[in-house]
């Protein structure tokens, strides 16, 4: 593990903060999962947009500007020189006295993490992941704003530790309505009828990368893909589905709830688009030196 902090690239076992980071005391602050596929940052620009809007949504003022964050991201990847790897960029609101005001706060502070990932096993990546539905639900927009990448991930790490605890992979998070909204840290995609669909970020859903890029593979591969919200149910009735993420990859589901998706194995679409997404995301990263 290499990490770029206060204007250098450290060993993972050397990088610091203080313990009056607000990062670290009230969670204040951002982050953005990215991965290196065929040595270029995936998708870097989008994932550039996404991290200045939340920061812009934190009234977080990056230092030296966006700019300025994508060139760390940049020689982050250049340093760590790895065909394959994950970013992990954080913005946090800083240094300051105990007391949860954010002004003062005088500097943010950006840190960029880079090393290997592997959030399920390549077994489970090849057969696919077992879910149980979570007993917590994802926090609504009102209360936080699933399109903000936040530091506030508890509720996801609670889920994913209750799905651990019944012997899963990984959690099914719905919302107060009872809708899906997502995974601990993934999109969810179900296929029935041919057809791809989604929840919408206003059921929970983070506005996932990955699930953008499959959106757009799935609309060139002739699919309708639609943004709608769904029920465990439309997992039960699938024929098909699977997760998306930066850090899951693009991974088939074989279970909710003890019972089987489809005919439990890796289906015809998910195993299309997985492979239009192996193929296209090299050409849809930015090369650094
Ligand atoms: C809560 C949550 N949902 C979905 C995703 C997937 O989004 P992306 O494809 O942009 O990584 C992530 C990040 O990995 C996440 O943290």
Same mark, same amino acid.
């Given at each position: 593990?290499?990490?770029?902090?206060?204007?250098?690239?450290?060993?993972?076992?050397?990088?610091?903060?203080?313990?009056?980071?607000?990062?670290?005391? %009230?969670?204040?602050?951002?982050?953005?999962?990215?991965?290196?596929?065929?040595?270029?940052?995936?998708?870097?620009?989008?994932?550039?947009?996404?991290?200045?809007?939340?920061?812009?949504?934190?009234?977080?003022?990056?230092?030296?500007?966006?700019?300025?964050?994508?060139?760390?991201?940049?020689?982050?990847?250049?340093?760590?020189?790895?065909?394959?790897?994950?970013?992990?960029?954080?913005?946090?609101?800083?240094?300051?006295?105990? =007391?949860?005001?954010?002004?003062?706060?005088?500097?943010?502070?950006?840190?960029?993490?880079?090393?290997?990932?592997?959030? %399920?096993?390549?077994?489970?990546?090849?057969?696919?992941?077992?879910?149980?539905?979570?007993?917590?639900?994802?926090?609504?927009?009102?209360?936080?704003?699933?399109?903000?990448?936040?530091?506030? %991930?508890?509720?996801?790490?609670?889920?994913?530790?209750?799905?651990?605890?019944?012997?899963?992979?990984?959690?099914?998070?719905?919302?107060?309505?009872?809708?899906?909204?997502?995974?601990?840290?993934?999109?969810?995609?179900?296929?029935?009828?041919?057809?791809?669909?989604?929840?919408?970020?206003?059921?929970?859903?983070?506005? =996932?990368?990955?699930?953008?890029?499959?959106?757009?593979?799935?609309?060139?591969?002739?699919?309708?893909?639609?943004?709608?919200?769904?029920?465990?149910?439309?997992?039960?009735?699938?024929?098909?589905?699977?997760?998306?993420?930066?850090?899951?990859?693009?991974?088939?589901?074989?279970?909710?709830?003890?019972?089987?998706?489809?005919?439990?194995?890796?289906?015809?679409?998910?195993?299309?688009?997985?492979?239009?997404?192996?193929?296209?995301?090299?050409?849809?990263?930015?090369?650094?030196?």
């Amino acid at each position: 593990m290499r990490v770029w902090i206060d204007g250098h690239i450290v060993d993972g076992s050397e990088a610091r903060i203080p313990v009056t980071d607000h990062g670290l005391l %009230y969670g204040d602050g951002i982050f953005e999962g990215m991965r290196i596929y065929g040595r270029r940052v995936f998708r870097l620009e989008d994932h550039m947009a996404r991290f200045a809007v939340a920061a812009k949504a934190l009234a977080l003022e990056l230092p030296g500007g966006i700019r300025a964050t994508r060139q760390i991201v940049l020689d982050t990847a250049s340093d760590f020189a790895a065909d394959e790897a994950y970013i992990r960029l954080i913005a946090t609101r800083g240094d300051g006295p105990l =007391g949860i005001d954010p002004t003062t706060c005088p500097e943010p502070r950006l840190l960029c993490i880079i090393d290997r990932i592997a959030v %399920y096993s390549e077994e489970k990546q090849r057969v696919g992941v077992d879910l149980v539905t979570s007993s917590l639900r994802r926090p609504s927009p009102d209360v936080l704003d699933p399109r903000v990448k936040s530091l506030n %991930y508890l509720n996801n790490a609670l889920a994913k530790l209750e799905a651990k605890q019944h012997g899963a992979d990984d959690a099914l998070l719905l919302n107060a309505a009872g809708m899906i909204a997502e995974a601990a840290v993934a999109n969810v995609f179900v296929v029935r009828d041919g057809d791809v669909l989604t929840p919408p970020s206003t059921d929970g859903a983070l506005e =996932g990368i990955t699930r953008a890029t499959l959106m757009g593979l799935a609309t060139a591969h002739g699919f309708r893909v639609l943004e709608k919200s769904l029920g465990r149910f439309d997992l039960f009735a699938a024929d098909e589905a699977f997760l998306t993420g930066s850090g899951a990859g693009v991974v088939p589901i074989r279970s909710l709830d003890a019972r089987t998706i489809g005919d439990g194995s890796p289906g015809p679409v998910y195993q299309k688009l997985r492979a239009a997404f192996i193929e296209a995301a090299p050409s849809m990263g930015v090369a650094f030196e």
